[in-house]
């Protein structure tokens, strides 16, 4: 050690206490500089991350509403495939709320579409959704149980969808337990259970 050091030291002892405590002073200076770049890169991705992580909860709210009404959409379009009582401008009122929810939706995706990689996937979401627009109306009961399946399809594209938000934004990495726990009940579980709920008119008419 002493050997790396000697040449420096040589060079110290020529230089007078001026350039002595300059040169100790410059050292200093781009130690700090160097500490202060590290510390405001470090601010920045947190910085990132938390923006990343605004727009994902913005993203999953709106998809949270077009999840709601895609359910009802698919339930008072069954009702009305089977003949129930349910007027034909209930039915199209309701598709007009799915309308509404996927472009909030779409809002959304174009605000966050520098920090997450979701459009593709909403746009899978979209076509498809005017694929079942085409259904909308069926009157044909022996094709009423295959519209209400294509439906649930549709509407697990949504919850994909939710989920590759919850990745791209960073929410579903939290590290911390509590955070992680929460937000997989609201990507994950919570959306399957309340769609196996709302799948129960249709499984009861499917087997009885």
């Not at 709210?61 to 008072?76: G, P, S």
């Not at 199209?92 to 997450?116: G, S």
């Not at 694929?131 to 399809?153: I, M, N, Y």
């Amino acid at each position: 050690m002493k050997q790396l050091l000697e040449p420096a030291v040589q060079i110290m002892n020529r230089l007078k206490y001026a350039y002595k405590f300059g040169m100790i002073g410059l050292l200093i200076v781009l130690q700090a500089a160097v500490l202060i770049y590290m510390l405001v890169s470090e601010l920045n991705k947190n910085i990132d991350f938390a923006i990343r992580e605004r727009g994902g909860i913005e993203y999953v709210t709106k998809l949270t509403d077009l999840f709601n009404e895609a359910q009802a959409y698919r339930n008072i379009q069954y009702d009305f495939s089977h003949g129930n009582k349910v007027a034909p401008e209930d039915v199209l009122a309701q598709q007009a709320k799915v309308d509404e929810a996927l472009a909030a939706v779409e809002a959304v995706d174009k605000q966050t579409a520098r920090q997450m990689d979701t459009t593709w996937k909403l746009q899978i979401v979209q076509q498809d959704w005017l694929t079942r627009k085409a259904e909308t109306l069926q009157s044909d009961t022996g094709r009423a149980q295959l519209v209400f399946d294509l439906d649930s399809r549709w509407i697990s594209e949504i919850t994909d969808l939710m989920q590759h938000v919850g990745y791209e934004s960073n929410l579903a990495m939290d590290s911390d337990f509590d955070t992680s726990y929460l937000v997989d009940s609201v990507l994950r579980k919570l959306p399957k259970t309340a769609e196996t709920v709302s799948m129960a008119p249709g499984l009861s008419l499917h087997f009885f």
